[in-house]
C-alpha cells in the first residue's frame, strides 16, 4: 500500500484491486506490462474481466481509454503518491474523473 503508483497505466506491473462492499484488497498481476505493443488495449481488458467499476492511473492513452470508457468504468487520472494515499482520495470522492485520455498513444513505451 505504500508503494508508488505507477503513472504508466499499460505498463503497470501489478494493480490493487479495491472491493468497496467488503474493504478487500486483492493484487492484480498485469502480464501485458512486457509486450511489445498494445499493453494500454490489453491492460484495459484486464481489468474489464475483472469487472472493476473505477481505476484510479497517473496517465492514460487514447486507446485503453476508449476500452474503459466502452465497458462503463469510469477513469480518474494524474493520480501520484502512493496507493493508500491515492484509495483514501477515491474514498473521499477528491479525485478528478477523466473525460479524456491525458496522454498521446504509445507514452508508456521506453526505448
Known amino acids: 500500500m505504500k508503494d508508488p503508483v505507477d503513472p504508466r497505466f499499460?505498463?503497470?506491473r501489478h494493480?490493487?484491486?479495491y472491493d468497496?462492499?467488503?474493504g478487500s484488497l486483492t493484487a492484480?498481476?498485469?502480464?501485458?506490462g512486457e509486450t511489445s505493443g498494445g499493453a494500454g488495449i490489453q491492460t484495459a481488458q484486464?481489468?474489464?474481466?475483472?469487472?472493476?467499476?473505477a481505476v484510479l492511473?497517473?496517465?492514460?492513452?487514447?486507446n485503453a481509454f476508449k476500452v474503459l470508457?466502452?465497458?462503463?468504468?469510469?477513469?480518474?487520472?494524474?493520480i501520484k503518491?502512493?496507493?493508500?494515499?491515492?484509495?483514501?482520495?477515491?474514498k473521499e470522492k477528491k479525485l478528478n474523473l477523466m473525460s479524456d485520455p491525458n496522454v498521446s498513444s504509445h507514452a508508456g513505451m521506453r526505448g
Open 10 to 12: 499499460g505498463r503497470c
Open 15 to 17: 494493480f490493487v484491486v
Open 20 to 22: 468497496s462492499d467488503t
Open 28 to 32: 492484480v498481476a498485469n502480464p501485458s
Open 46 to 53: 484486464l481489468l474489464v474481466n475483472q469487472a472493476v467499476g
Open 57 to 62: 492511473v497517473g496517465n492514460v492513452g487514447p
Open 69 to 78: 470508457n466502452a465497458a462503463g468504468i469510469k477513469v480518474y487520472g494524474g
Open 81 to 90: 503518491g502512493n496507493v493508500e494515499n491515492s484509495l483514501e482520495l477515491f
